[in-house]
């Protein structure tokens, strides 16, 4: 019987890459980029010092990754995304401004999550503005569903928080729905949005905002069990 194919949550872009981009991912892969191989990942081997984790599932161009680990040097940030231009970008980044406390890998997180991560091992993950899928036929496509999720809260600390935005109301309707039905995760501002976020403008938000779209971020935390 042939294997059934994964539903996955991206598809390929094939975004320009620009030459810079493209050297900075024969430079400096083998120092930043960890090579995806299933088994547990001793993740804080991967960074110089032991300190908070943060990961940041589509960084996609990576404005946001850069950002945050220049303004907090005590956090460590690991990036997951498939795209290669954002990949070289971010290690562009990391040369350019000697950032000791970023690694990517580019591979689908949900595979990430499931093989590497260890349970209760990460402080917070971003899911910052997931491609919404809006056809109803491509919502089993939608990275925030309840399997995933539940993978995310079993690899958090307790107390660990995830932190996620949209600029597509449908698409915030379901992760509400989402959310709100898994027992391990409360909403921090109780039935609401999270009004004043504490984080970069990313690319696909600018974009959003430019067509007149309504910017919604939302903020979880894993209950102690
Ligand atoms: C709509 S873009 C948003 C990028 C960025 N967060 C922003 O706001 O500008 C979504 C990104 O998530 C990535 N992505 C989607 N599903 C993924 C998965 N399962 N694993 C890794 N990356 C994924 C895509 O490749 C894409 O770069």
């Known amino acids: 019987m042939p294997a059934t194919r994964p539903v996955r949550s991206y598809v390929i872009r094939s975004g320009r890459i620009t030459g810079g981009q493209r050297r900075a991912l024969e430079r400096h892969s083998e120092k930043y980029v960890v090579r995806f191989e299933p088994g547990p990942l001793a993740i804080e081997r991967l960074f110089p010092s032991e300190q908070p984790l943060t990961v940041e599932i589509g960084f996609g161009s990576g404005e946001s990754l850069l950002q945050m680990a220049r303004e907090q040097p005590g956090t460590n940030f690991l990036g997951i995304d498939v795209y290669q231009p954002g990949a070289g970008r971010v290690l562009q980044g990391i040369v350019e401004h000697g950032l000791g406390n970023i690694r990517l890998i580019c591979h689908d997180a949900v595979e990430v999550f499931r093989d590497n991560l260890a349970e209760e091992s990460i402080d917070r993950v971003l899911i910052l503005f997931p491609d919404p899928w809006p ?33 597509w109301p ?33 690319r696909f938000e600018l974009r959003g905002r430019r067509l007149g779209h309504e910017v919604r971020d939302l903020l979880y935390c894993k209950a102690p069990s």
């Not at 995310?152 to 932190?163: D, I, M, N, Q």
């Open 170 to 202: 449908p698409y915030l309707e379901s992760m509400m729905a989402v959310m709100d039905a898994i027992p391990g995760f409360r909403n921090r501002f109780g039935e609401g949005c999270w009004e004043d976020p504490a984080r970069p403008i990313t």
């Open 135 to 167: 056809r109803k036929r491509h919502h089993k496509r939608r990275l925030v569903r309840d399997g995933f999720m539940q993978l995310v809260l079993s690899r958090l600390k307790p107390g660990g928080e995830v932190h996620l935005a949209t600029d």
